[in-house]
């Protein structure tokens, strides 16, 4: 064989080796499990969601109330298949976010280390509201709203919850769908606190 020939032989095994490598390297079944992180952008009602231009994802268990702009981790299995594990604490963080109260809301004056409100959304879609508020000495009755949640972080549909204020009465509060944080049903009058804490599950989205 000629040293051309011969020089034709190697560039073509080499190249052949390039290619069954960047081939092991694509195909989950030679390479084996895989992972990334990717945001969603499309949540499916049969347990899957769109994300990183791959489509029907399905969900753990653990990765609760999906929502479009989660980012994710996803993890793709030998034969293929790929799996959305959890959200993960967005770039922004996963701070506490301080409402603006709707007036005559404030957050409770009274002194001492009560929690002022708050709310954040956990890792497995579930969101707290807390804090001690306060009617500013102005009388209010019947419903009364007192900030509203944004998207992503509301409920399927409107929960009923009881809660204290002065005096240790029992009063409602009520988180709507639409996001709104209010209590109803109030007798006419100033309320010196009353608390709005509580935890629910987020709508899927």
Known sequence: ???????????????????????????????????????????????????????????????????????????????????????LTPATGDAWVSPSLTSPWINYPGGGNYQPARYKKLADGMVVIEGLIASNGVSVSGTSNVFTLPAGYRPTGTLVLPTINTGNALRQLEIVETGVVRFTALPAGAVGFISISCSFLAATT
Not at 1 to 26: C, E, F, P, W, Y
Not at 54 to 69: F, K, M, N, S, T
Not at 72 to 87: M, P, V
């Open 1 to 87: 064989m000629t040293d051309s020939a011969q020089g034709v032989h190697r560039n073509l095994a080499a190249a052949v080796q390039r290619k069954v490598i960047r081939t092991g390297q694509s195909t989950p079944s030679v390479r084996g499990s895989d992972w990334q992180t990717a945001t969603v952008t499309a949540v499916n009602a049969d347990g899957t969601v769109d994300a990183g231009g791959i489509e029907d994802i399905r969900r753990a268990a653990l990765y609760q109330a999906p929502a479009v702009g989660d980012w994710i981790k996803i993890t793709q299995a030998s034969d293929g298949n790929w799996l959305a594990e959890y959200r």
